[in-house]
C-alpha cells in the first residue's frame, strides 16, 4: 500500500490503543490457564491476532465479542506446527510453551522473521529437559518436550523475549527451575511478563534480573484481565502532537512497567509541552530542542526519539544503535535512509545515532517494511513542505492498525 500523509495540524481527542505486549503475554497465560479468561480492552493488532491464532493451535478455545475475548485454556496441540507470522515475540515465547508438551512441534514464521536470529535459544532448552532443533540458529524450529525444569544459561544480550518465554513455561515443569541470566536488556519488558505472571497467580522470584527461580507444578489462575495502553504506539502519537498539534489521548496506564513509557522523559528533555492528568495526556506544539537519551532499554523508541530530534533546534544522539540491527527491518540503517530523502541530516557513530533538526521536506520514502518506521516518517510529514509518499505502509497494521485512520481523524479539527 502507499500512502499519501499530508501537512497538517492535528487537534482534537483520542483514545490510547491497547497494548499488544501485554495482550501477547495475557493471551499465553489463558491459554496455560485451566478455566474461562476474559480478557477486556484487547488488541487486535497482527502480533495479537497471531498470537490468539498459536494459543488456539495449541489447545485453547477462543471467542470474541465486541471488547473483550474469552478464552478457555488447555494445552494441548491440535496441530504440530505454529506459525509466528512476522510476530517475534511469539516465536521467542511460545517456544517454551510448546515445549512442554510430549510431541514434536514446528515454530516457523514468515517475512522478517526468517531473517531474524534465535540466539542461544538450543542450549537452555535441552538444559531444562526437552530437545530443540533449529534451521542453523533461524526458523523453522523442532521442540519436542516435556520441559522438566533445573538450571539453565541464557544469554540476554540481544532479546529478553525468549527468557519470557522460559519464565511463562516453567512454571508448568514438574521440576523447579533456576535461570541464570548474562547481560540482560530490555529488562522493562521482563517487567511486564513478572506482572501478567502475578496477575494469574504465578510467582516468580527475581534476584536482579541476573537469576530467577521458578517452582514448579504451580498452576495459572483464569481471570478477567484487563489490557492497558500501549505506550510503544503512544509514543508517536506524543510525538507527532510535540511536532504539530494539540491533542489529548485518553485511557492511558500512566504508572506502567512498559519500556517504552520512557517516552516522557526523552520529551521533557527536548522541552515538550505535556500535561498528565489522571489518565489522561495532553501535548502540544513545542519549541523542541536537542537531547541526549539512552534506548538501549526501549529501542522500540528509536524511530520516535529519531523523528522529534529530526525537528529540534540542535543536535540529539540516542544510544542504543546496537538494539536494533534485528528489528523488522535494519532499524537504524532505514532511519537514516529514509529520514536523509526528507532533508534530515542524520548518522549512525558506534553505538549512537546522531541527529542534526532542521526543516523537513516531502519526498518518496520506503517503510522497509517496518511499521515503526512508517508511523514514524508520518510523523515528519506534518511539517513538512509537501505530501510525504510513503510505500509499504500497511505494515501499520503490525502494532497499530488503525493509526492512519486516527490520525487523520484528528486533521484540521
Keep these: 500500500m502507499i500512502k499519501t500523509v499530508n ?41 495479537s491476532l497471531r498470537a490468539i491464532d498459536i494459543a488456539k493451535t495449541l489447545g485453547a478455545k477462543v471467542n470474541n465479542e465486541d471488547n473483550r475475548i474469552t478464552i ?14 512476522e510476530a517475534g515475540l511469539s516465536l521467542r515465547m511460545f517456544t517454551p510453551i510448546a515445549a512442554l508438551l510430549n510431541k514434536p512441534i514446528t515454530i516457523n514464521g514468515e517475512g522478517s522473521l526468517k531473517t531474524r536470529p534465535l540466539p542461544s535459544i538450543d542450549k537452555p532448552i535441552k538444559q531444562l529437559g526437552a530437545s530443540i532443533k533449529t ?15 533445573g538450571k539453565a544459561n541464557v544469554d540476554g544480550s540481544m532479546s529478553s523475549q525468549f527468557l519470557t518465554g522460559l519464565l511463562m513455561a516453567l512454571p508448568l515443569a514438574k521440576n523447579n527451575s533456576t535461570i541464570v541470566v548474562n547481560n540482560l536488556k530490555s529488562t522493562p519488558y521482563i517487567d511486564v511478563t513478572l506482572d501478567v505472571l502475578n496477575s494469574f497467580g504465578i510467582e516468580v522470584i527475581n534476584n536482579n534480573y541476573t537469576e530467577f527461580f521458578i517452582e514448579g507444578n504451580q498452576k495459572y489462575k483464569p481471570q478477567t484481565y484487563t489490557i492497558e495502553s500501549d505506550w510503544s ?16 489521548i485518553t485511557n492511558v496506564s500512566t504508572n506502567s512497567k512498559q519500556a517504552d513509557i520512557a517516552i516522557l522523559e526523552a520529551l521533557k528533555r527536548a522541552g515538550v509541552n505535556i500535561v498528565i492528568n489522571n489518565t ?28 522529534l530530534a529530526a525537528v529540534a533546534n540542535g543536535k540529539s544522539v540516542i ?3 546496537s538494539r536494533l540491527k534485528h528489528k523488522e527491518s535494519d532499524r537504524a540503517l532505514a532511519i537514516v535512509n529514509e529520514f536523509s530523502k526528507l ?8 553505538d549512537d545515532l546522531i541527529i542534526e533538526g532542521g526543516k523537513i521536506v516531502g519526498n518518496n520514502v520506503d517503510s ?23 510505500s509499504n505502509a500497511e505494515c501499520v497494521a503490525k502494532s497499530y492498525p488503525n493509526f492512519f485512520h486516527d490520525i487523520e481523524n484528528l486533521y484540521g479539527m
Design 7 to 47: 501537512p497538517a495540524f492535528l487537534k482534537g481527542t483520542i483514545a490510547a490503543p491497547a497494548s499488544k505486549s501485554y495482550m501477547q503475554r495475557a493471551v499465553a497465560a489463558a491459554l496455560l490457564s485451566e478455566g474461562t479468561t476474559t480478557i477486556l480492552n484487547p488488541s487486535f493488532c497482527d502480533d
Design 72 to 85: 478457555v485454556g488447555g494445552l494441548k496441540a491440535t496441530n504440530n506446527t505454529i506459525n509466528c507470522g
Design 135 to 149: 534451521n542453523n540458529g533461524f526458523i523453522p524450529v523442532e521442540v519436542c518436550g516435556p520441559l522438566q525444569g
Design 233 to 248: 504506539s503512544l509514543s508517536l502519537l506524543l510525538v507527532a502532537g510535540a511536532i504539530n498539534g494539540d491533542i489529548t
Design 280 to 307: 489522561n495526556i495532553t501535548v502540544n506544539k513545542s519549541n523542541i530542542v536537542g537531547f541526549n537519551f539512552d534506548a538501549t532499554h526501549c529501542p522500540d523508541l528509536f524511530p520516535p526519539l529519531a523523528a
Design 319 to 321: 544510544k542504543g544503535v
Design 343 to 350: 532533508g534530515v541530516e542524520c548518522y549512525v557513530n558506534n
Design 368 to 390: 522497509h517494511n517496518d511499521h515503526r518506521i512508517a508511523m514514524a516518517l508520518s510523523c515528519l510529514s506534518l511539517v513538512a513542505d509537501k505530501p510525504v509518499i510513503i
